[in-house]
């Protein structure tokens, strides 16, 4: 049986609403919930049940909403790049426009269009060759840590005074 916030007890009802604005939980709220859980222990085990029922589907309620919002933003974000797509083609056009007809500025009755220099340091023109081929004063060599021979080194009981293996870290699964 598919569960819905209907469905859901009120305390966890009363906690949805106060997370609407929150992107994690007060401490207030936390140690409400400590108290919340620590109530479920002398609770019949039916009971107990039906509450972290409705708890998980708090959190698969919550998950799907999270996860409707990412794929709207996706579709919204992709419609706004394809508008600055068409912005950046019309644009173009009257910039030739301009250029062909050589107007410098025009007012009409809502805007002033100009064509104007871009301000700013001027582009920088490279020659497309290798990396090796240019001067060494004229390139930035990075250095980062080699995470997985660090790795490597450390899970084959190499001791390194300055790294170690942290501990994995639990999670809950809802399915």
């Known amino acids: 049986?598919?569960?819905?916030?209907?469905?859901?007890?009120?305390?966890?009802?009363?906690?949805?609403?106060?997370?609407?604005?929150?992107?994690?939980?007060?401490?207030?709220?936390?140690?409400?919930?400590?108290?919340?859980?620590?109530?479920?222990?002398?609770?019949?085990?039916?009971?107990?049940?039906?509450k972290l029922d409705n708890y998980a589907a708090l959190i698969a309620d919550l998950s799907a909403r999270a996860e409707a919002r990412r794929n709207e933003a996706k579709r919204l974000m992709s419609r706004a790049q394809t508008d600055e797509g068409k912005v950046r083609s019309l644009k173009s056009m009257l910039q030739w426009?301009?250029?062909?007809?050589?107007?410098?500025?025009?007012?009409?009755?809502?805007?002033?269009?100009?064509?104007?220099?871009?301000?700013?340091?001027?582009?920088?023109?490279?020659?497309?060759?290798?990396?090796d081929d240019f001067p060494p004063q004229f390139v930035k060599v990075l250095r980062e840590p080699d995470k997985d021979a660090?790795?490597?080194?450390?899970?084959?009981?190499?001791?390194?005074?300055?790294?170690?293996?942290g501990e994995r870290q639990q999670s809950i699964r809802i399915k």
């Not at 569960?3 to 007060?26: K, M, V």
């Not at 062909?100 to 490279?126: C, F, M, V, W």
């Open 150 to 165: 660090i790795r490597e080194a450390l899970e084959t009981g190499q001791e390194l005074d300055f790294a170690r293996l």
């Open 97 to 131: 426009f301009f250029a062909q007809h050589g107007y410098t500025t025009i007012e009409t009755d809502r805007y002033r269009l100009t064509l104007a220099n871009s301000g700013g340091k001027a582009p920088l023109l490279l020659d497309e060759m290798p990396i």
């Open 1 to 50: 049986m598919s569960r819905t916030l209907i469905d859901i007890s009120q305390d966890l009802l009363e906690l949805e609403a106060d997370l609407e604005n929150l992107e994690g939980l007060p401490q207030e709220q936390v140690e409400e919930l400590k108290l919340w859980f620590e109530e479920l222990q002398e609770e019949h085990r039916e009971a107990r049940d039906r």
